[in-house]
């Protein structure tokens, strides 16, 4: 089967095609484009963002990332405990809030802002 996908690695978008028949990648200008299509349609992970509630009201959201990427489908689970989150304290930017979130091990949420 043939999988078309624009590769987001640089400026150039080659438009590419995985054969995974023949586990082989055309389209690309540099090989960074066939690697990119190999992890894309092979194991897909993604960085997640998102915004934290906090009991305050000068900042009642503070946003949030993950300490890397993570698999595709755990995404939801991920942003399921995100979501259930409220910081209640004051905190600073870099720290963890969620060590392992969702159970993945040395996945952590950390703030990108401080929480005064």
Do not use: W
Request: glycine share 4%; aromatic share 2%; proline share 3%.
């Amino acid at each position: 089967m043939e999988h078309k996908l624009t590769c987001i690695i640089c400026p150039n978008g080659c438009e590419l095609v995985y054969d995974d028949r023949k586990d082989k990648v055309s389209g690309n200008l540099c090989p960074r484009g066939e690697m990119f299509a190999k992890q894309e349609i092979l194991d897909p992970h993604r960085m997640v963002t998102a915004l934290v509630k906090t009991k305050f009201s000068s900042t009642p959201v503070v946003s949030v990332r993950l300490n890397q990427k993570i698999k595709k489908k755990d995404i939801a689970k991920v942003m399921k405990a995100i979501d259930e989150m409220i910081i209640n304290k004051k905190m600073k930017m870099g720290e963890v809030i969620i060590k392992d979130v969702a159970d993945l091990k040395g996945i952590d949420v950390i703030l990108t802002k401080d929480v005064e």
